[in-house]
């Protein structure tokens, strides 16, 4: 599959304040591709409500929507695809609820990870966290780049890479193999989150 250069994670624990339909919209006007909802603190309903509108939102502006973590939302919402993690339904089990069209992406830490989700039906392989990051509350251990060059030896699948990316380092992970760079702190906090992710797009183009 083909994956846009910037995955822009949406995460209301990291809106400071706004809502996530004004910074979907902000991040769409900006011309990103690709939306991640990740919402860990809000009920089933609450998280069904809000991946229902966002995904009506970007579906509209031409983008691919992906729910964190619940296979069954994505699947109640129309979404694109769907994330998981370690500690998630396995990949296989999540692409039978969601269906052979839809994504699947899945979070890996160590090589020992993306060799085995290389031997997967993900669609595409997360790594990280590359550097430190903030947005979790219990982060695995770093990879960093040389961990992420690795990654991108053990697989010929799309590499997402998350975890500490800023505007400043975003471009050398780019360098280091990744198709991708999976951003939430540093788009969800800027004070003009449409400006700062067209300088991401511009920062990672090519």
């Known amino acids: 599959?083909?994956?846009p250069r910037l995955y822009a994670i949406i995460d209301p624990a990291q809106a400071g304040g706004r809502s996530v339909d004004e910074i979907a919209?902000?991040?769409?006007?900006?011309?990103i591709k690709l939306i991640q909802f990740r919402d860990k603190q809000a009920s089933s309903g609450e998280l069904y409500l809000s991946a229902r509108r966002l995904a009506q939102t970007v579906r509209k502006a031409g983008g691919t929507f992906i729910v964190n973590d619940r296979a069954d939302v994505a699947c109640a919402v129309n979404a694109d695809g769907v994330h998981v993690g370690q500690d998630d339904l396995p990949v296989?089990?999540?692409?039978?609820?969601?269906g052979r069209g839809k994504i699947v992406?899945?979070?890996t830490h160590v090589l020992e990870q993306v060799r085995d989700a290389d031997q997967s039906t993900a669609d595409y392989i997360?790594?990280?966290?590359i550097f430190p990051t903030l947005s979790k509350e219990n982060p695995d251990p770093v990879v960093g780049l040389a961990?992420?060059?690795?990654?991108r030896k053990a697989t010929r699948k799309p590499l997402v890479a998350i975890g500490g990316i800023t505007l400043e380092n975003a471009r050398a992970v780019i360098e280091a193999g990744a198709d991708s760079v999976a951003?939430?702190?540093d788009l969800m906090g800027a004070h003009d989150i449409q400006d700062r992710a067209r300088q991401f797009l511009a920062e990672v183009k090519g």
């Open 126 to 129: 997360a790594i990280g966290p």
């Open 1 to 3: 599959m083909f994956i």
């Open 25 to 31: 919209a902000a991040l769409l006007a900006a011309g």
């Open 105 to 107: 992406g899945f979070s």
């Open 183 to 185: 951003v939430v702190r």
């Open 92 to 98: 296989e089990l999540a692409r039978a609820l969601v």
């Open 147 to 151: 961990g992420l060059s690795e990654a």
